[in-house]
């Protein structure tokens, strides 16, 4: 149990970033400078960590907190330290504008207990829940390098073989996490990070905090919209109920926008957008790639089907399908405009309608 307040008898304040350190680090883990001993601050100094800014707090005397790297719609996201195995971590905490015992605050902490049960190399794997000394809840994560698949996109496609790659590894993660009664709601190019594994890529679904977790009582009603506009499927902008089958809708989306380097539906505003989406059908793939085959614009045709009865009906279906349709294709448009993955903190992008 962590106590209320954190002493500061076993911290050194450094003199090269003006926070404190445990006394056992040799240098500042943000400048590589040596910390000087002497500056050990007074037996019986108190501290009470900021929740606007927690760098260089230590959790639950395990998790040194870095640098901040994220900013999202319910947390903020640090780069940390497990001090006693010396390995990097990710540990979100929730903002400091949800108040205790909000839904905000119970959404938060069922992300990391929702996550935690899908065990997938495509899915980011979270280590622990915790919370702060004035009890806001942080989740420890995998720390990953690479970028989000939106770095790469805006308007930039990616070549044919890479999108049913990447479409296939998203899919997969989502079976698993299907398997587990967890449905997404808002699977988007900023929630699908490029990671690089021993020289590999590997798509990894992150950020669970809209989660709905069928195994437990849910927390919105009907009526409530939650997701990101361009990636809602029908019933999610009507404020329906819904299943699996909107994370399907949405990996089609993604998949298309991949492949086309466009989004199926447009709109000036909200209402001309959500109005697409119900009674718009998107323009197949290959009136913007000439020379496609029939059984891809099938397939997307499937994907986006208004009606989720007439979508595909589980994420191991729309794979095989897609592996199918993508099969013998070579990429007719050499790199176009194909980025190169960087080594980059994650950074959360804040455009996910929540419902207060």
Request: proline residues 6%.
């Amino acid at each position: 149990m962590m106590a209320a307040e954190v002493s500061l008898e076993r911290f050194v304040r450094c003199r090269h970033c003006n926070l404190p350190h445990v006394a056992s680090v040799l240098r500042c883990p943000f400048t590589g400078d040596v910390v000087d001993p002497q500056t050990r601050l007074p037996a019986g100094v108190t501290w009470k960590p900021s929740r606007d800014d927690l760098t260089g707090t230590l959790l639950e005397e395990r998790y040194l907190l870095g640098k901040r790297i994220g900013d999202g719609a319910m947390g903020s996201v640090y780069r940390s330290e497990h001090v006693h195995l010396g390995t990097t971590v990710a540990v979100k905490v929730l903002h400091s504008r949800f108040e205790s015992g909000s839904a905000a605050e119970t959404r938060f902490l069922r992300e990391g207990q929702s996550a935690g049960r899908i065990e997938h190399p495509n899915v980011v794997r979270i280590f622990d829940v915790g919370r702060l000394p004035d009890g806001a809840p942080y989740i420890v994560m995998e720390h990953l390098t690479g970028q989000e698949l939106s770095a790469q996109l805006g308007g930039h496609r990616l070549p044919v073989a890479r999108v049913a790659q990447l479409g296939g590894q998203l899919l997969d993660g989502l079976a698993r996490a299907h398997a587990e009664r967890v449905i997404h709601r808002d699977i988007k190019p900023d929630n699908l990070f490029l990671a690089q594994e021993r020289g590999e890529e590997v798509l990894k679904i992150l950020d669970f905090s809209i989660a709905k977790d069928e195994s437990q009582e849910g927390l919105t009603g009907d009526g409530d919209v939650l997701g990101t506009p361009h990636y809602l499927a029908p019933e999610q902008a009507m404020g329906r109920p819904v299943d699996a089958r909107v994370d399907l809708w949405a990996s089609g989306v993604v998949m298309y926008e991949m492949l086309t380097g466009a989004l199926p539906f447009e709109g000036e505003n909200f209402p001309q957008l959500v109005m697409g989406i119900l009674t718009a059908s998107p323009a197949p793939p290959s009136t913007h790639l000439p020379g496609l085959p029939s059984a891809v614009d099938d397939f997307f045709a499937c994907a986006l089907a208004k009606e989720p009865d007439e979508r595909f009906q589980d994420a191991r279906a729309m794979a095989a399908a897609m592996r199918h349709a993508f099969r013998d294709l070579n990429d007719r448009a050499g790199d176009s405009g194909e980025r190169v993955v960087t080594t980059v903190d994650r950074v959360d992008m804040d455009d996910t309608i929540v419902d207060p």
